[in-house]
DNA sequence: CTGTTAGCGCCTTCAG
DNA sequence: CTGAAGGCGCTAACAG
């Protein structure tokens, strides 16, 4: 009834568990004879190890956690799609772990990871990484993406929002767009801070004033924003929203509201997520390369999981930065229609 | 250096494991002065418990595992956000296992799942779900989602697919569509098997001929089948695919050939991922409900989790079947082109 | 090459 | 109420 064990294995073939453990794990030397006793006896028990005993007694999990706020909208999609990959190549299991809205409970999450993964990607724009970090640094290899700018000297990823903002601004400025405003991001969020910053700086250094109105991330409060925009008579000539989906709710909201786009009102997002290439106007946005991004996250935590273990490894503790591409499509009135991106 | 143990708290506290491990777990009576010692110590040496230790001796892991082919398109992601909710809802970690193109490669990702998790949800629509169901059934908690007809007897979840793809049909052939023709799935899929064997059958029904070609529920496989079938010089009225996804490939195949949707052509997706809403023209669909599906997965297999600890508990072997809505929008002609659904 | 034995870190009877 | 001891299933020395 209850599922064999290594020693009703052991007792089948007529061995020692210990051969049968060298057997399954292929590491020391069995004769031949032995190794067919055994794997018959596996065979004959439908055996399968048990993962969860395996891992207390080499203290390896083959596993990672990933901690991030949400699961919501294509940004967290595509960045798992890349971990995963990443993670299968390494042999990794992936466990998820998201919603954590405030910092205690991310932190709860994160202790809750203890004796079940042998590494972490924690994602948490919501608060200060330093503190979070502070509570795990040295005892489990652990990677940051907190877009936060105090992730220098820990192993990190981060995007460069500022420049990327920057770029947007400047894009819109040089084609002649004068009252640019900016959708920004949920107020703790970090990188919504630091795009609303770029853009500031970029508006401030054109001499232009800036104009900001606050989102959430949300398509459905790019929409509010811009019907409020809209209400209160504002009328803009382009839209730099903190992120694709606020800048498709914006898209939308125009074209309810019969605004053309991008004749009228020009519009950037900033991520580039697929959908941004299939809506129309197809949105100007700045690339991060979202799924490669998770990838690289995932084999550099990897690689931090192995130098772990390795007293002699060079410690990895560089801050990358990804630098988002300015990805011109038809909501800035430049591209053309349907410029091969189709697919 | 090394994470602190139980023991090391109890040392501290001067209490022994037991003691501490009461406190901890909650479970037994401890009196007042000891339970500060330990919690004190706790807090001195940031203890955590190690839950891969702990999971040995309650065998029970809190932890669930969902096996699927493919983690990439808004479908899976959609589901896994459900999922996640529940998840969490239920007290339980969420591990994710994709890239399952073939049977034997699923079945090692659920052997390598024993003594890591309390239960499985698996979605395996490439193969007979039957015989992976027997490798595991009684043994361990599972939910199957393999869209196969022969999940019946076991827990499971279904879509409606041929019902779906009859309404799709028949709501076309309702709007005068003559020449409807279907993009199918990929050929080892279940589902896209029988949404192909809807069209088919409501096409019959209806005395017109069915016109096929392949797809393989990508974006770019919509673009290129509908490509190719208007090089053929194929003239349809009306595109039913098998997914959304390549629905929208379709959209923007014929955008790119100048043809009007949906005056000359109208087009029918599945699923209703959140993209359908937003592309233009609005895809009209059959909605799934994919998240609330993903919830309601996992909100049963933490019933039958609990159910499988409890011998008087009545088994659920039911295999609830999820039926489609027809979505109407403006790629059919119908819908009003800004129906309030923009948010 | 093989078997014996001691843990991995924790929970949980069972006496006291 | 508390402590001692056994065991969860497996791996990894260490002898033989």
């Known amino acids: 009834m209850k599922p064999a064990t290594i020693r009703d294995v052991a007792e089948r073939a007529q061995v020692s568990v210990a051969s049968v453990s060298r057997v399954l794990t292929g590491a020391g030397a069995v004769t031949e004879p032995t190794r067919l006793k ?34 919501f909208g294509e940004f967290f999609s595509e960045l798992i ?10 042999g990794l299991h992936l466990i998820v772990s998201s919603s954590h809205d405030d910092a205690s409970e991310a932190a709860a999450a994160i202790r809750s990871m203890r004796g079940r993964v042998d590494g972490l990607i924690v994602l948490s724009p919501h608060l200060d990484s330093a503190h979070l970090a502070q509570s795990l640094v040295g005892r489990l290899p652990v990677l940051l993406m907190n ?26 400025l040089a084609q ?4 640019i405003v900016h959708i920004g991001g949920p107020s703790g969020n970090l990188e919504a801070r630091e795009r609303q910053a770029g853009y500031v700086q970029a508006m401030t250094a054109a001499g232009r004033e800036p104009t900001i109105v606050a989102g959430a991330f949300t398509q459905a409060s790019g929409h509010d924003a811009t019907k409020a925009l809209l209400a209160e008579g504002v009328r803009p000539d382009a839209i730099f929203a ?3 989906m606020m800048a498709v709710g914006a898209l939308l909201a125009f074209q309810d509201a019969g605004v053309r786009c991008p004749e009228d009102v020009a519009v950037v997002g900033f991520d580039d997520v697929p959908i941004a290439a299939l809506v129309r106007p197809a949105l100007t946005t700045l690339r991060v390369e979202i799924a490669e991004t998770g990838r690289r996250a995932m084999d550099r935590l ?3 999981i192995a130098a772990f273990n390795d007293p002699e490894a060079a410690p990895d503790a560089a801050c990358e930065t990804i630098r988002p591409q300015l990805v011109v499509r038809q909501s800035c009135g430049r591209a053309h229609p349907f410029n091969g991106e189709t697919q």
């Open 38 to 71: 055994v794997l018959e006896a596996v065979e004959a028990l439908a055996y399968v190890p048990h993962s969860g005993a395996r891992s207390l007694s080499t203290s390896r999990t083959d596993t990672v956690g990933v901690i991030l706020p949400d699961l």
């Open 81 to 90: 799609r890349g971990m995963d990959v990443a993670a299968r190549a390494n």
């Open 147 to 172: 877009g936060g700018a105090n992730d220098a000297g820990r192993p990190s990823m981060v995007v460069d929002n500022v420049g990327g903002a920057v770029a947007a601004v400047e894009h819109l």
């Open 176 to 179: 002649g767009r004068e009252r």
């Open 242 to 244: 903190a992120n694709d």
């Open 302 to 304: 990897a690689a931090l």
